[in-house]
């Protein structure tokens, strides 16, 4: 049989031997929006005004003779250069020592040949080029981000002219608010809007964790996690009625810049924007020479860039001073990438999960918290759980099992939520699954001197999910324990149980296990064997403190699909 084939039952192609791999790197790659016009400053452009200009001469431009200087901007920025580069032009030409191509910073990044000249639309860009690039002066141009969506519903996410990723996030979260954003490694917007929103997340909380948890729960619900602004914008404004598919465009992160050059031109649907209050972040606009520049282009550079006036900058929507109070960029490229590249790894999937907890008495241990407070495991539980409950999706079906005997004769675990939808109503009262699993998370108790059968526990779940495995779904088992088997009838060798595992396990219907060690104690070896023998994965969090972190950490590696 081929090393790769499409899974039946996920639908997925993955190698045969391992359902679950981490990506550790993510090559960014943009189509260009073009190539310039040898020499030409004049750029073809769309009928459209906010559609990106191209970078192929107009059919009716003249030849030019080769460029001095080339030039790589951001195609909102890219008209002020050119129109900054005609002025370099002899009299009575259209041609010029400067060419002027406009192009998304993540084209620039992945190109194999870079331009003189490099004015992106933020200079996180020039940190991921290492040293390739030095920014002259200050930034050319600045535009706060604004979350913006259609008019009539700006009153559910900005409210006395102002709003947050909070309540953004809370929004999505209830599904209230239809949230897209666009994607953080091919677009300016996308890659400043989830380091803001990451920001902001840690600013409610100590635990980075929660933080973390929080955030990945705003990606979870996004109805579009691809969202380029300038095409959303470009479709709105050829709307010629207000009609439901304008109002599907829900909320979405863009520029100022974007949204007033928005609302100065012809539109039927109108869309109303503020800044986050909570983690203000800006595009800017960094005039960026590169590395070897020789003196004659130099000359030709500092020409352009004093011909680039603080008046053409701001006619065109943007603003010459920076935002007071942005945040500012980090000054580590990972603090930028890691983020983008976890959001960028999250995959939407439809997913069977049983959640196995352990309720053993070693879990009401005494251990410090993020903030040095005494708690307890089972206290730290209850708090990431609750959060860790709103990041399922709605095409989620779960069920939750508590393991451990308070009693010799006691069963191995208990059935506290059977497997169904989480948006389904449990029972008579209307309460969801979603519900029920946020109250059971605040109820959790340990139960003091409490056996872990451990063991038997992750035999009989994963027995229960193979007979619920279907095709195009994910089923899996997420275990989470702080010890490891022991002090219960149902003892059992890691061998006998590793046998057992092996013999009940059906290739045709897998079922991953996904297993939390909480704390020193946990017998991370048994997990990761278990995790091993199912194509799953083993996560410690050493120090209790961390368990959001390792809930995230779960949270991923059961979205990152190959």
Not at 161 to 190: C, E, F, I, R, Y
Not at 258 to 283: C, E, I, M, N, R
Request: one cysteine or more; proline letters at 8%.
């Amino acid at each position: 049989m081929a090393d790769t084939a499409q899974d039946a039952w996920t639908g997925q192609h993955r190698p045969r031997s391992q359902f679950w791999r981490w990506m550790l790197a993510v090559v960014i790659v943009l189509i260009l929006l073009g190539a310039a016009g040898v020499g030409a400053v004049l750029l073809q452009r769309s009928s459209s005004p906010l559609a990106a200009p191209t970078a192929k001469p107009s059919a009716s431009a003249p030849a030019c003779p080769e460029a001095d200087v080339h030039v790589a901007a951001a195609p909102e920025i890219a008209p002020v250069i050119e129109e900054a580069a005609r002025k370099l032009a002899p009299a009575g030409s259209v041609c010029g020592p400067v060419a002027v191509t406009a192009q998304e910073p993540a084209a620039v990044v992945a190109a194999a040949k870079r331009p003189d000249v490099w004015i992106p639309s933020s200079s996180a860009w020039l940190k991921m080029v290492g040293k390739a690039y030095t920014a002259k002066g200050d930034p050319l141009a600045y535009s706060p981000i604004v979350i913006a969506g259609p008019s009539p519903i700006a009153g559910q996410f900005i409210k006395n002219g102002k709003t947050s990723w909070a309540a953004l996030t809370a929004g999505a979260a209830s599904h209230q608010l239809p949230v897209s954003m666009a994607d953080p490694q091919q677009n300016t917007v996308g890659l400043l809007s989830v380091y803001a929103e990451h920001v902001a997340m840690g600013r409610t909380t100590p635990d980075a964790g929660i933080a973390q948890l929080q955030a990945l729960t705003l990606r979870s619900r996004l109805e579009d996690s691809a969202a380029d602004p300038a095409r959303k914008l470009t479709q709105l404004s050829a709307e010629t009625s207000v009609s439901d598919a304008a109002y599907q465009a829900g909320i979405f992160p863009i520029t100022e810049q974007q949204l007033g050059t928005y609302q100065h031109v012809k539109h039927t649907v109108s869309l109303t924007g503020a800044p986050p209050v909570d983690a203000p972040v800006q595009a800017d606009y960094p005039f960026a020479i590169a590395k070897g520049t020789k003196k004659a282009e130099t000359r030709t550079i500092s020409r352009l860039r004093a011909a680039i006036t603080e008046a053409a900058i701001t006619k065109a929507g943007f603003r010459a001073e920076p935002v007071e109070g942005a945040l500012p960029l980090p000054d580590e490229v990972d603090d930028l990438l890691g983020p983008a590249k976890q959001w960028v790894q999250y995959r939407t999937l439809n997913f069977q999960t049983l959640l196995l907890i352990d309720t053993s008495g070693s879990m009401n241990l005494p251990i410090k918290d993020k903030t040095g407070h005494t708690t307890t495991k089972a206290a730290l539980l209850r708090q990431s759980g609750a959060t860790a409950a709103q990041l399922f999706g709605e095409d989620t079906s779960l069920g939750l099992w508590l393991f451990g005997t308070p009693a010799a004769n006691s069963p191995a675990h208990q059935e506290v939520i059977p497997l169904g939808p989480l948006a389904s109503p449990l029972g008579d009262n209307g309460k969801t699954r979603r519900d029920a699993l946020a109250a059971a998370m605040g109820q959790y108790r340990a139960v003091d001197n409490a056996g872990t059968p451990l063991y038997q526990s992750v035999l009989d779940g994963e027995a229960a999910m193979q007979k619920e495995a279907k095709p195009g779904t994910v089923t899996l088992v997420i275990v989470l324990t702080d010890g490891d088997d022991g002090e219960s009838k149902y003892s059992m060798s890691q061998a006998t149980f590793l046998k057992k595992l092996a013999a009940q396990r059906d290739p045709q219907r897998p079922v991953p296990i996904i297993g939390v060690g909480y704390g020193p104690t946990a017998d991370m070896k048994a997990l990761g064997a278990m995790a091993g023998a199912t194509g799953g994965q083993a996560i410690s969090a050493i120090n209790p403190a961390d368990l959001a972190s390792a809930m995230a950490q779960a949270f991923l590696a059961a979205h990152l699909q190959q």
